[in-house]
């Protein structure tokens, strides 16, 4: 039997190409999607999605609006890293579906509470549209099989500040609820995209030359492109989001994973948005997430392939 997700994005340009991984996964039925702001506005990040399941050529769950601002905070977007319009500001639109009624919080809870603790969540944003969902209804929330979470710098160092990651970071207040809430999570840091997991000149070519979905999975993160040709000095992408589904979906392509006690830091000051990782059991707490910080880059760039070359 395939097994039931709810994805919950901000969707720009790398939730894009995760999105469409998870369209062409046969093992997953995505139930709907349900969106937040992060990367760009919601009603952005709304019609993204929609674009997304147009281009990966398979079924089409709905999609509901959620959170339209962080708990506490403005919010910061990432038009840096994936342009105005969260793709690379080539001019992308939907062009038949559109957003279905309701809100996506309360759908979710609806579908938890009804649920038989077989459905899984997977964050790839700011973590508002769970916690708001936990504080409304624990109960139906504690019925999740899973959350993983493209969230945290892992082991590693962030990528917004030295410390935090661009999703916990954006509402960290959010994030906070849900690390306390004792919900079975599963982190995939920001460390598990880099170095030998980057998409290099080849893996790239390969994509844009495989057919039309993997030529958009390629050309909706341009600015991600360039970005890194400064920053990296080459052509290259780190996929935080399609890193993040590929561990929740094919396990195969973890390496190191492993369970820690973990925090966020909320408090004002550098720190804020930083997942404290107890990695050497300091705290003496026991650990409330699994956390993958590298994958085997072999079967990670296999699944990013298998789901994404010659789709119509």
Not at 19 to 38: C, H, K, Q, W
Not at 62 to 80: K, N, Q, T, W
Not at 186 to 214: H, Y
Not at 257 to 286: H, I, M, N, Q, W
Request: aromatic residues 8%; proline residues 5%; glycine residues 8%.
């Amino acid at each position: 039997m395939k097994r039931k997700l709810i994805i919950d994005t901000d969707c720009g340009s790398d939730d894009a190409m995760a999105i469409a991984m998870a369209l062409n996964d046969p093992s997953y039925e995505i139930l709907f999607f349900t969106v937040v702001s992060g990367n760009v506005i919601l009603e952005q990040a709304v019609q993204n999605t929609l674009l997304t399941i147009e281009m990966a050529g398979s079924y089409e769950p709905p999609v509901y609006a959620g959170c339209r601002d962080m708990l506490l905070r403005d919010l910061a977007f990432a038009h840096e890293t994936h342009g105005k319009d969260g793709m690379g500001d080539r001019g992308f639109a939907p062009k038949r579906l559109k957003v279905t009624e309701g809100n996506g919080v309360l759908k979710m809870i609806e579908a938890l509470k009804n649920s038989g603790g077989d459905i899984e969540i997977v964050t790839l944003g700011p973590l508002t549209n769970i916690a708001l969902a936990f504080k409304l209804d624990p109960g139906a929330l504690k019925r999740v099989a899973r959350i993983a979470i493209m969230g945290s710098a892992g082991l590693g160092a962030g990528n917004v500040s030295p410390l935090a990651e661009f999703n916990i970071w954006q509402d960290a207040e959010a994030a906070k609820i849900v690390f306390e809430s004792g919900l079975p999570l599963f982190l995939v840091g920001w460390d598990a995209c880099l170095d030998a997991a980057m998409l290099e000149e080849a893996d790239i070519r390969r994509l844009r030359e495989s057919g039309p979905l993997g030529r958009f999975s390629v050309d909706c993160n341009r600015r991600l492109l360039e970005l890194n040709q400064e920053r990296f000095g080459r052509p290259c992408l780190d996929m935080a989001d399609p890193a993040a589904m590929a561990a929740a979906l094919f396990p195969d392509c973890i390496d190191v994973c492993d369970e820690y006690f973990c925090e966020v830091d909320a408090t004002p000051g550098p720190g804020y948005g930083a997942v404290l990782v107890d990695r050497y059991r300091f705290s003496g707490k026991k650990p409330n997430a699994r956390l993958c910080s590298q994958l085997k880059p072999e079967k990670y760039k296999e699944y990013i392939f298998r789901t994404l070359e010659k789709r119509r």
